[in-house]
Structure formats: structure tokens, C-alpha cells
Nanobody, 123 residues
Framework: QVQLVESGGGSVQAGGSLRLSCAVS????????MGWFRQAPGEEREGLAR???????TYEDSVKDRFTISKDNAKNTLYLQMNSLKPEDSAMYYC?????????????????RGQGTQVTVSS
């Protein structure tokens, strides 16, 4: 059974930082893509960052200079380092895993996703 468990969300002031983690278990495919997306109430889902099995990363324009995606294969854990947070970054953040390629726009629709972790940024 594949499980993805996010952690690291919370409340922070604008300009602050958070690091999200996503512990993955039960996923046995050797080649896969992983990513982070977010969704705020009443808003469209937004794919933020993706990393493939070779470590190649892709970012959505609004976060590419502030967020960094990484993974620790030994720990089966995906990370999202978020710096210079803004109030508009407030949302539920989810991690996802699927075979490659993983489209940013449909991240989470296919494969597996976690239950999410809330990020709230106050001004």
C-alpha cells in the first residue's frame, strides 16, 4: 500500500521560511516523478515543483526563485524548502508521486498523493 505523509506546515509571518517533508512508503517503481502542489479554498490547484528520478527539477514561475524541491532517496522523503513566504502562499500543500512524465497541471490526479499540510502566511 502506497502512503504519502506530509509534515512541516504551520503558520509563519511574511518573509519567513518553512520546510515541508513528504515521507513515501510502499511505492516500488524505480523510475518516478514526485512533486508538490497546493490548493487554497476557492482556488484552482497549482502545481509548484517537480523532481524526476534523475533529479531534474521543474518549478512554477511564481515560486522558482523562492522554493526548492529535493529528495532523499535513502529516506524515501521528498522536501520543499520555502523561503520568502508571502500571504498568497497560504494553502493546503500536497505531495504527489507518479510515473514520469508528471504534468504540473494535473499533479495529484494520477498516481498517489498525500493528505496535505496547511501553510498559513500572515502579513
Amino acid at each position: 500500500q502506497v502512503q504519502l505523509v506530509e509534515s512541516g506546515g504551520g503558520s509563519v509571518q511574511a518573509g519567513g521560511s518553512l520546510r515541508l517533508s513528504c515521507a513515501v512508503s510502499g511505492y516500488s517503481y524505480s523510475a518516478y516523478c514526485m512533486g508538490w502542489f497546493r490548493q487554497a479554498p476557492g482556488e484552482e490547484r497549482e502545481g509548484l515543483a517537480r523532481i524526476d528520478s534523475d533529479g531534474v527539477t521543474t518549478y512554477e514561475d511564481s515560486v522558482k526563485d523562492r522554493f526548492t524541491i529535493s529528495k532523499d532517496n535513502a529516506k524515501n522523503t521528498l522536501y520543499l524548502q520555502m523561503n520568502s513566504l508571502k500571504p498568497e502562499d497560504s494553502a493546503m500543500y500536497y505531495c504527489a508521486v507518479d510515473g514520469c512524465p508528471m504534468a504540473m497541471t494535473t499533479m495529484g490526479d494520477f498516481g498517489y498523493r498525500g493528505q496535505g499540510t496547511q501553510v498559513t502566511v500572515s502579513s
